[in-house]
């Protein structure tokens, strides 16, 4: 898709956001909090595959281990019409900071207070995407991040896996556990990998 309707997307993602948050928990239980954009839409502008967001969430941080969707993901996604564009969502609890590995220097594009920072859609449009971004952590502030990720994505893995092993046998689908387990499953390795090789470099 060409450069500027990529932005266009983010834009109207976090429109969606201020109208989401502004309805009753009873209809949306899942408070999206803060919206960030991460990776290539950063960069100098180009056609793009999909737009990478970081979707912030009030969530416990065990509830949202890396790779996962949160419960009632979908249903936010449908509802804003993300699952409908080429967006790629990277959920993350607001109680833990929304960078890691690969949510780099991300940029704050929307937050439940302040609603939109035209300053950074501006930004991205014009490729001034670095002038938006958060500093890099030091090499030390990652491997302690990484370490964070990891104890919550094996907490989860457990979990998923006991869920698994209960469902098993039971009656009827196994496809939400299934779904759950392979994504906390793949999460805990990404997280892993990215550790390893940052203890390669120590």
């Keep these: 898709m060409k450069w500027s309707r990529a932005v ?6 976090a429109a969606k956001c201020g109208e989401l948050a502004s309805l009753p928990s009873s209809i949306h239980p899942l408070r999206v909090v803060e919206l960030w954009a991460v990776g290539d839409v950063l960069g100098e502008p180009r ?3 999909q737009v990478t967001v970081a979707v912030v969430v009030d ?3 065990d509830d949202v281990p890396w790779l996962s969707e949160p419960h009632g993901a979908e249903h ?3 509802a804003s019409r993300m699952s409908r ?13 929304v960078w890691n590995h690969v949510v780099h220097r991300p940029a704050l594009v929307w937050n439940s207070v302040d609603g939109i920072v035209e300053e950074t859609l501006a930004a991205l449009l014009d490729g001034r995407g670095e002038q938006a971004r958060l500093p890099a952590p030091g090499a030390d502030e990652l491997r302690a991040r990484l370490g964070e ?6 907490r989860a893995l457990r979990r998923q896996t006991r869920a698994y092993e209960e469902k098993r046998w ?9 779904d759950a387990l392979w994504r906390v499953s793949e999460g805990y390795l990404d997280v ?7 203890d390669s470099t120590m």
Excluded: F, Q
């Excluded at 990720?149 to 094996?154: H, T």
């Design 8 to 13: 266009r997307h983010v834009e109207e993602l």
């Design 47 to 49: 056609d793009l595959e």
């Design 59 to 61: 969530l416990p941080v």
């Design 76 to 78: 936010w996604a449908n």
């Design 85 to 97: 564009n080429p967006i790629r969502p990277l959920w993350r609890s607001a109680r833990a900071p």
């Design 149 to 154: 990720e990891l104890a919550v994505s094996l």
């Design 170 to 178: 039971s009656p009827g689908k196994l496809t939400t556990v299934s």
């Design 192 to 198: 892993l990998d990215a550790r390893r090789a940052s």
